[in-house]
Structure formats: structure tokens, C-alpha cells
């Protein structure tokens, strides 16, 4: 336990230049943080071991899991295993993860540890959306070789994403036009002064954009819909996996789509690491730790 | 039943300017309507019984009761009871009233009466809250000598009114800042640009702000945070009862306080009519009816 | 000539609330102010001489002058003359006026006395746009029976207050048109993202509008374009005489029209004398006085 | 001259992805459009004769000079003088290019040409700021680490450019500060709701910002001053030579400053063509050609 009050050893396991930024900043705030598998970052411990011992809080990176089910650590060549890392874990401490699967769960739990996916909360959420938000506008401004000022764009869907979306592309002078489903969402896009469409019958509207932003992770452009499509229409994708452009279609049409995933850790990976880590610190607040 | 496809007759009993609004509206749509008690409005039948028989949908006004039981029926003379009203109501017919009580709602149950209440909707609220917000920026604009522009200007709760009116505050050129409780909601203001605050410990800000408004239904702004508020700063309360400020302690401290109620039907009431009319367009949409 | 560095005395002679806002500004930062004819104002001096005896700056209101040529001074019953006032000022003292007509100035030149026009200034044009356009946002606000949010409103002319009145009522969500002659300023107007359309022709376009408001001192709305508009259309002139609406032809075809003159003295006093009061010291830098 | 009223014989000689652009427009419309030096453009002439050969106007680039005096035609391998350009326009076509210097103007006189510089007009220069603040956008986000969102943001100069880069850094909910000269500037920035700063005294004050846009073509961010700057801030430069950023200070100092020059042309140039046929279209319409 750090001396100064409130003080804590954290350990920062695996992960990319977020969890570099949030080790910083913890660093900065007077705090005891060792890190591992984040390719040689300054204060990397000799082993794993070393990094998680003693410590109160132990960040894992977003998502946790690489496919073959170990930790995700693209800065190092480290193959960890959870069994590991969590029966190194002291008793008592928080383990913070992000996206974390039964697998990853249910191993925390046969080594008693406590555990919480810090990108399921509500706040994470939201402040991650601002990042895509902005990581889309900067791809759609490399992207078209147009002005966004009066150009008409079509943002479909109007949860955390599409809100941001549309108020950035507005904000920017963008003709902007939500599209959702809800009636509750047609009201707060009219609020804000966006227009307004049903994304169950786009059809008639399709040819109008220059530009649209989706949002939704289920089909809704598929190859009938790319059809309609003005001929120099930029698409792109913020919908995580299955996304909801057909890709292949648009290839087929010469539809210009493109699925942008990961922006915040791409786009503004200081900012996202410091989500994460002001996420972290709720989580810690709320279970009275610091 | 109307002859026309999807024309109905709908009965308007009771209300204000709002009400007139909605009659006028549905008739523009080519629907028969005839209402009652409604101070003698241009399509006002002679009696109740006349105004609802054969109706496919009656409209009650916001709210549907007055304190002593009876229809809210501010432009007439006319005491209307709810059993009496409900007992003349088509079999199958739609009743549609806002903020229906356990009285009426039994009372429609008793008398085998379809009841919907429009106010207890998502996009009712949410159109209500734009009402609400623009009425309250007239009551701003009225009451402060000084320009919005550059005003330090807070907004205690973050829910549809808060998000709402922190918009138009800052669109004003104002600095805007919002208290909260919710780490969600410290996200979503702070990506819209506005600057928070904890709703818990105000205490070091308040007098740092020419006007506020308060959205939250609880005393916020008590005797002790009224006493640190700066010589000429403003008070709206838009919060429903009990509203959010301590008026007597107001009037003592010499604050300047004003509670706001029912703005959209006083500031705006024609759109705050399409607003109900939209919305129970809606319900029948969900019923089958139309 | 005050103790303090920067320190003056200052007379504030005639006018109104915007004139009290002032003098109690210059008090609030140590000047020594003097008043006269503002309506037994607190520090109200016995008489005009005793007023601007040894003043190092006059201020007089905005207009100065009322239409019989003496001071302009509706908070009393005085009769003051610019001979007798120019006389008792302190050589090489500055006297500051609003609107100074060819009179006054002649009176101020036979009496040897530095006399400069603050309302022609341009930083108090555009400060004094903004209290402007915050009126008549107030007075739409109250017209209208329906939400500002998604209206469709034209403002015509894109000079100052054109500029802010649009970037407001699309603050608000409004759907806003800028008309205007110029190309240069159907550029700016569309770097914010409005429609445009050229004043010269806008009778095709008329009768969409929900709300006209006109910067423009020339007549733009004459009795054919009124004929022409939506039945309840408000129609809004800003602009200074000769106005840009015929309003007895608007009386003649029901339409809702009203000429907003004076909008900063009327809407928000205080603001309004605090920029005269900025453009006074900014003359007085200016000038090496203050 | 073309058949169809209006339609003209369109020249377009030299220039990058701009022009290309601009003969694409002016085909769309009608209009026969011959090229030449655009590197192989669809519808190139043979020889720089055939190109210009009975044209109503001639379209030049912006710069339409290299330095040493050539036609500046970076896509084409032809060196193209004046002088034998000009010789072959046609008696009472109008030339049109940008950035017209001493050397091509007297050029022109010789030959009797009716040359005008589309760059010099005020719409041109306005919608060129758009594309220029946009391309800033662009930049700024891919080199900043961090989110916009509640950044710290100076603007230096409030110019065309000034206005609409504050205008589109605030949309993006950053926290902007502009700083200017004049009076007048800092009633403009406050009537958008920016916080002000002299240019003058900005030492006070720089050690607070992340990121600053400089507008001001002389040398604002001078040694002392980049020294005062925050660790990380990042400085962006858009003046026109000479620039107001010491970059070899800034080199020296570590601090991150980059200088954007020509934004439009390279982030936008289908709209960066259009902004200028908009403005030929402009001259020819002033000049009764079309």
C-alpha cells in the first residue's frame, strides 16, 4: 500500500499506447505503477510477476482477450495466460479489464479474484463515443475530397455515436439528417435540428447524400440500398462487428465504404487511455479502494 | 368510422389553447372532429353526449383532472365527471388523457374503457422538454437587464430539460455550465463542450454565476446555497413540484426566483397541441386504429 | 482630476437605465462620477454646472438629442440645451455622445470642445447587434405560438445584425435562409451553414417561411411580397428608418408584422450602458486620457 | 461561341486536381471545355492553339505562376510563357487567374487581354477560408494525440480565417480563446461565446493552451514566446508567407509546429475548383459575358 494517503500501487498488464498514456498519468498524480508487456515502457518490471505484485489495482488493457485467448499485449512478444496473471493477484485487489468474455470471467472467479469490465459502464461508453466521433470526422476529412460545409449527410442510427456524429458533422456547417427507428430518438434529433427519416424506409432518400455515417451493427445498407447511392457517396461504418454495410456489395458497385474500427485507441490514444483510467477510478471510488 | 381510409372521428374534450391546436390539426388531416367543452370552439358539439358518440378516438387534455376530480376544463363552465364521460365512449374506442390519476384510470377500468396516458411517453417528454427549454429562455431573455452573451450561467440536472437547455444556453453564446450526480452524465455535457460540476458540493461555485437554472425535482437550492449566490443572479425553476428552490429563503435572502410551470402550453401553445396530437397519432399507430 | 492613477471625474448628463448601468460601472472601478437628469439617480448632482464642473469626460446618451434639439433626457423634466452644456465643459476635457446630428456638433465646435460619436464606432455596432438580436429573439420568442425548433425563418441582409440574428435562430435549431445582394456575403452565410437566397428575387421562396426578419433599412417587403407569405407568418424588422416593411399594407392583408426599434436600451439595459460605457474608455485610451 | 444560350467555349490551361475539377463543373453545365497542360485530362487538346482557340474565357491556376515565371502546370511537362499564351486569346475573351503578379499583368496589357484575378475577390477569399479551415481540422486532428473535445484552444487573428476556424474548433465543443487587435474583432469573438486575449500580451497566457492556430501572416510566436508554451502544445501555422511561427526556434525548443500552406487545394480540391468557377462565373456575369 503507497504511503501518502489515497496512494496506490497499480499494475498496467498488456495493452497499446492507451495504457502507456494512463500509466503516465497515474504516475503523474503520485501513484506506484508497474507495467509489463507494453514494450519496453519505462517503468516495465523484470517479469510479470514482479508487476502485479502488491498491488491494489491490476489494468488490464481493451479489449483483455486476444482470439486465442490470452491477454491482449500487441507491444510485446509475451504470451500471458489469465490463470497466471490472476493467481499472482493479492488478495483483495481489483482487477479492471475491458470487454471481458465468460472465459476471462470465470477464471477470475475460481482464483477469487475481483473483477470488473470497465467498458461496460455507462460513462466509458460515452466518452469513447466522443473519440469516434472525432476519429470519423478526421477520416471523412481525408477521405472526401469535398467539402463537409453544406454537404448532405445521413447519420443512421441515434444512440451514443449518432448523437455525437450528427452534432459534430452539424457543427462543421453539414446539411445533416438522423435516421433511427424510435420516436423518442426522432424527437431528440428534431431537438438538436437535424432532420429526420425512418431508417426502415431510406429508399427514397438514398440518392441525396454525399455522405453517410452508420452507426447501427446490423444490416442496413445492403447491396439494394448501395445501389441507390449518389456515385461519389462516401460510407462509413462505425457499427462494431457485424457492422452494418454489405463491403462486398459497395466493392461490386464501386460504392466508396469503409469500416473504421478502433478510432479512440487510433485517433487519440492519450485521450483514450485516459478514459480508461478516470473509468478505472470511478470503479475504484464506488468500491471505496481509494 | 370515417369514410375515407384511415379518417376517424375523434372527439377533443376539454383543455386550453393547446387542445384548439390539436382540433384544428386533425381536421386540417380530414378527420371529423368535435369537442366539448373547449369554450366554445368553432367545432364545439352541443353536448357531451353528442361530442363523443360514435368517436374512434377521445382526447383528454394535460393534465386530464382538475384538484377537485372533475375534467380539466379551464375555457368552460361545464363540470364534467369522468364516469359520465366514460360511460358514453364507443366499445373499442381509444381514450387517450395526460397524467392520467388512480381515480380516472379505475374509473376507465370500471366502465371497460381503453386508457392511454400520452404524457407517460418517451417522445412526449422529450418534445414537452423542447417546449419547456424555449419558454424558458423567453423567461430569461425577459427578466435579466444583461446580455446572454458571455453570462456564467449553470444548469443543475442533466436529464431531457438540463441537455435541452444547456444547448440553447450555449447556442446563445452563453458559458454554460451543469451540475450532475452521474458520472454518465458528466460524459455526455462534457461533449457537448459545457463545463460540470457535482450537483453534491456546489457549494465553492455558486457565486460565481449570474443565472441558473434548476430541472431537478428536490430541494437543490436551499436557505444556506441561496445565502452564497452572487448579488444579481437570476433563479428559474422548471423543476415540477416540489421544484428545486427554497422560494420563502429566496424572497428573504432578497434572491430573485421564479418557478416556471407549464411553459408549453403558455409560451407555445400550438406546437405544444401538435405535440399531443403527434403523440397519440403514435398510440394509434401501436393500437391498429389508424 | 482624481488621486488615484487613471482616476477621473466623470459626468453621465441625460438618458436612461443604460445611463445609471454606466455611471454605476465607472463607480464600481473608483471613478468619481456625477449625474444629471437621469431621474434623480443616486449621485445626482444639484445642478447641470455643478454636474460637469471639472469633468474630465461628458458622457451624453444615445441619441443625444431629441427632436426638438435639446438633450435627450427622459428621466426628466429638464430642458438642456448643447449651447449651455458645451459652455461649463472643462477645456480640453472629452464629451462622448450617441448619434450626434449636425447641430450638436457645430454647438460643440463653436465652444471649442473635443466631442466624439460613440455609436459610430465600430466595436459598438457590433456589441450593440448582439443586444439586438438578443431582443428580438426575446420578442419572437413571445409572438410566436409555435416552437422556433425546426421553423423555417429568412433573415434579410447579412450585415452585423443579420449575422448574429442567423447564427442565433439556428442556435435555437431553426431551419434559417440568409438573403442577401452580395456574393461575398453568400460565402459567409454559408460558412455557417445557412441556405441562401438573393434578396432581389425571393417571391418564389416567400411563402415557406414561418418567421421574416429583416435588417435591411430599405423596403424589402413591400405590399405585393407581403401578399405573398404564409398565413401566419411573423414578420420581424430590426432594421432603422426607414424600416423594410410596409406595415400599412401588412395591417391591410393580416399579416403579423412589428418594427423592434431600440431593442438594447429596452431588452437589456444594464448591457447596454456597460457598451457604451467600453466604447467611451476605449475612445479615452485612444485619446490618452484614461 | 456555343449554341445554346449561355453556353461558352471554356479554356482551362495548367493547374492541378483543382482545374480538373473546375472543366469537369463547367462540362456538366453545357459548356464545351478544352484543356490543356492537365496531365492528360480527358478532354486535353492537342497543342496549347487548339486549347485556347475561339474561347469566350480563358482559365489560368491559382498561383497561375511558377517562380520562374512560367505557367504553373505541375501535372504537365510543358513550359507554357505568357506571352504566347496570351497572344492567342481570342479579341474580348476575358482571362481569369489567380494570384496575378506584375510581370503576367503587363503581359497581358501588351497583348490587349482582358485579364482579372479571381483570387483577389472577397466571395473567393471567404470560401477558400472554408476549405482552409476544414484542411486545418483535418490536420489538427490526425496530429493531436488527444480528443478536441474541451481542449484548451488559442486562435491568433480573427480575420477570414480566424472566424471560421474558431467558429469550427468550438463546434467541435473545444474551449476557444481568440486573440486580436482591434476593437471591433474582440465584439465579434464575443458575440460567439470565444474568450478574447490581446495578440499583443499573450505571454501570460500561452503556457495554458494545447493547441494554437495562427492566422496572423508576421511573426507572432516569436523565440521568447514558443518558450513559454506548454510541453506538449501543438502549434499550427496557416498564415501566407512569412508565416507568423519561428520555426527553427520551435525546432530548437521541441515544440511540435507545422505550417499548412495551401490547405485547399491539397484536402478539398473538388471543392477548392468549384470555389473558383463559382468566382469566374461571378467575374462573367459582372462582365455581361453570360
Known sequence: MA???????????????????????????????????????????????????GADCVILPLPC?????TLNAPLSE?????????????????????KVGAAVKSSAEAHGVRLTDYAAREEFAVN???????????????????????????????????????????????RVTVSARREEHFAWARAFGYDVAET?????????????????????????????LKKDCLCI?????????????????GVKAIWELGLPGRCAPVSAGIVIKDTVCNVLKEWGIT
Do not use: W
Open 3 to 53: 504511503e501518502r494517503e489515497g496512494l496506490m500501487k497499480i499494475s498496467v498488464i498488456g495493452g497499446d499506447m492507451r495504457q502507456i498514456s494512463m500509466a503516465s498519468a497515474f504516475r503523474g498524480e503520485g501513484h506506484t505503477v508497474d507495467t509489463f508487456a507494453l514494450g519496453g515502457e519505462d517503468g516495465e518490471a523484470k517479469s510479470l510477476g514482479a508487476a502485479i505484485e
Open 65 to 69: 482477450e486476444t482470439t486465442s485467448g
Open 78 to 98: 509475451e504470451k500471458i495466460y489469465f490463470d497466471d496473471l490472476f493467481k499472482m493477484v493479492k488478495k483483495g485487489a481489483l482487477v479492471c479489464a475491458g
Open 128 to 174: 469513447n463515443a466522443i473519440l469516434t466521433a472525432e476519429g470519423a470526422i478526421e477520416a471523412i476529412l481525408r477521405e472526401l475530397p469535398v467539402s463537409l460545409c453544406s454537404l448532405s449527410c445521413l447519420v443512421i442510427g441515434f444512440g451514443r455515436i449518432g448523437k455525437i456524429m450528427a452534432h459534430r458533422l452539424r457543427a462543421l456547417s453539414a
Open 200 to 228: 426502415g424506409s431510406l429508399e427514397n432518400l438514398l440518392g441525396t447524400y454525399d455522405l453517410i455515417v452508420n452507426t447501427v451493427p446490423s444490416l442496413v445498407l445492403d447491396k439494394n440500398r448501395l445501389s441507390l
Open 237 to 253: 461504418d462505425l457499427a462494431s462487428n457485424p457492422g452494418g454495410i454489405d463491403f462486398s456489395a459497395a466493392a461490386e458497385l
